[in-house]
């Protein structure tokens, strides 16, 4: 692995909320890791080709709509968005959380993110939990429909 890639693990749900209670402004981003992404410095839009003003991220600060609900689910949820990442782009996708500064939106929406700082892999095992919490909720919630499944 390369020095940006040498990150800490987050091995647990709960672990994941800890650090999204202790810190705003955090994204999580699905891709080969920060090693490549930050040679890039930029994500390109896959459908016309065009280089974007940062990399693409999902935010994972809780909005205020979401009320007193359960900050572990928060999370799950967000890292549920995009789980479908590893099958949908290859292998080597895995999910890795970051800070840095919102610079514009993505042709999704999604947030595009520069100078970034790298803090933290997700472990493979909290999104295979975050699948079966989703799984679980689906007849209450309805699904997503998310490719890869």
């Not at 981003?29 to 040679?39: A, E």
Request: proline share 7%; hydrophobic share 35%.
């Amino acid at each position: 692995m390369s020095t940006a890639d040498d990150l800490p693990v987050v091995s647990t749900l709960a672990e994941a909320a800890r650090l999204v209670r202790r810190h705003q402004g955090l994204y999580v981003r699905w891709s080969k890791g920060p090693g490549t992404d930050l040679g890039a410095a930029s994500s390109t839009d896959e459908l016309t080709g065009v280089r974007m003003p940062g990399l693409s991220a999902s935010p994972l600060d809780v909005e205020d709509w979401w009320g007193d609900r359960s900050l572990e689910l928060w999370v799950a949820r967000r890292l549920y968005d995009y789980a479908h990442l590893p099958h949908d782009k290859g292998p080597g996708v895995r999910p890795w959380v970051l800070k840095g500064r919102e610079t514009g939106r993505g042709p999704d929406n999604e947030p595009l993110v520069a100078d970034v700082e790298p803090l933290c892999w997700i472990a493979d095992d909290v999104i295979a939990g975050v699948r079966a919490e989703m799984d679980r909720r689906e007849r209450q919630w309805g699904t997503l429909r998310r490719g890869g499944r």
